[in-house]
């Protein structure tokens, strides 16, 4: 697994917990890091993804809210709520990571952690994303 997508791992499995409990940020990354081992790089990574999506919540829930019209947030399963943010958090933050490339490890992620139908969920509500973002052009590739 490469480094970036074993951050992208860690970042869900912290996001989860703080979204779900009262538990913050610093104690879920470091509960996460007592109890499993990390490449040096994805723990850094890990912990920038977690800090941007919890300091910029009300930006990335923003867009999202507006990626699934018919999908309140509070209403997402919590592993597709938080996997979203992490991605929609890369779309806004990370431009050096195409928006395909960020769509794709989304849907993959959600296809091991999600339910069934996670994965074309979050293909969707990450591709509808991107565009609003101008990340994707109308023929699906990055402009």
């Not at 867009?63 to 958090?89: F, G, I």
């Not at 339910?115 to 990055?142: H, P, T």
Request: glycine residues 6%; negative net charge.
């Amino acid at each position: 697994m490469g480094t970036k997508r074993q951050a992208r791992e860690i970042a869900l499995q912290v996001l989860y917990p703080v979204d779900m409990t009262e538990l913050s940020v610093d104690e879920a990354l470091a509960r996460f890091f007592d109890n499993f081992d990390a490449e040096p790089k994805a723990r850094v990574r890990a912990e920038e993804i977690v800090r941007g999506v919890h300091a910029n919540r009300a930006r990335i829930d923003e867009v999202l809210a507006q990626a699934s019209p018919r999908w309140r947030l509070e209403r997402m399963a919590l592993v597709d709520r938080n996997l979203l943010r992490l991605c929609a958090h890369e779309l806004l933050f990370d431009l050096d990571t195409p928006a395909r490339v960020v769509i794709d490890e989304g849907v993959d992620i959600a296809k091991r952690f999600g339910a069934e139908e996670s994965a074309r969920f979050v293909n969707g509500v990450l591709d509808a994303a991107a565009r609003a973002l101008g990340r994707l052009g109308d023929g699906g590739s990055d402009p």
